[in-house]
C-alpha cells in the first residue's frame, strides 16, 4: 500500500526535473511535464506530477525506452 504524508513535498520539482533529464538522454521530450498544481489545492496535498500528453512517436520512444530498461 502506498504511504503518503503531509510533508509529502518530495521535492517534487527536483523529481519532475531529474524525470525531464532521464527522458531526454532516452531522446524523448513531454513537452506537458510538470508539477500538477491542482493536486495542492485540498488540505490532504499529494505531489503529483502531470506526464501530460505526447504523440504516437514520443510514445513508442518511451515504450522502447522502458522495455530496454526492462531488459526485454
Do not use: F, Q
Not at 39 to 67: E, M, P, V
Amino acid at each position: 500500500m502506498l504511504e503518503h504524508s503531509r510533508n509529502h513535498d518530495d521535492n517534487v520539482d527536483d523529481c519532475t526535473e531529474d524525470l525531464r533529464a532521464a527522458l531526454a538522454a532516452n531522446g524523448i521530450t513531454l513537452p506537458s511535464l510538470g508539477t500538477e498544481l491542482p493536486a495542492y489545492a485540498g488540505s490532504y496535498r499529494l505531489s503529483l506530477i502531470a506526464l501530460g500528453n505526447c504523440n504516437t512517436a514520443t510514445a513508442r520512444k518511451l515504450t522502447t525506452a522502458l522495455r530496454k530498461a526492462a531488459g526485454e
